[in-house]
Each structure stands twice: as C-alpha cells, then as structure tokens.
C-alpha cells in the first residue's frame, strides 16, 4: 500500500501546483491587436476581457462593421495568446509529460 500512498500524494501536489498555476494566469494579461495596433483588447490568461482600446480614426458611424470585424479579430489574437501561455505553463507543470488529446488538468 506503499506505492497508493504515495500515488495519492503526488496527486495533491499536482492538484496544488495546478491551483497556483490558474491563479497565476487570472493575473497573466495579455495583449491582442489588430488593424496594425489601431485595435488592442487586453484578456487575461484565462480568456477574461480586462480593456479594449480602440484608435479614434476608427469610430466612424458608416465603417462600423470594419471595426466590428477588427475587434473580433484582437479579442482572437488575445486569447490565441492566452492560450498558448496556458499551454507552455501546463507543460512545465507536467514536466513535458504529453496528456491525450483532449484531456485538461484538472479534472
């Protein structure tokens, strides 16, 4: 029963070092822009919205599916970004271990 008790705390500190790692990306920022930096919407690592600026050459009444689409397309570019810092910080939490397609800590 050796091995089940030390199976179970390897899973604790796994379960604790995945906790500091959420908390880590909910104070994570990062920026997403579009339209050459005329729009930036800034997300945190867990994908929530935080800020939008948008250049004021943009706000015109007749181009206003133009900035639609370019905030759309920041508010990608930030989570794309969020995401990809969410990853490498799994993977250092893993230590490179490769989990199965789909499968998220924790569970």
Not at 29 to 39: H, I, K, P
Request: hydrophobic share 45%.
């Amino acid at each position: 029963m050796k091995n089940l008790g030390q199976l179970m705390k390897q899973a604790q500190e796994m379960q604790s070092k995945v906790q500091e790692m959420q908390e880590r990306l909910a104070q994570l920022e990062v920026t997403g822009m579009s339209g050459g930096g005329m729009v930036e919407v800034v997300l945190t690592g867990k994908g929530e919205a935080r800020k939008v600026s948008i250049d004021k050459a943009l706000v015109d009444p007749a181009e206003v599916e133009v900035l639609e689409d370019l905030l759309v397309a920041a508010i990608n570019d930030a989570r794309a970004k969020a995401d990809a810092q969410s990853a490498e910080e799994m993977q250092k939490l893993t230590g490179g271990i490769s989990l199965p397609p789909g499968f998220k800590l924790p569970f």
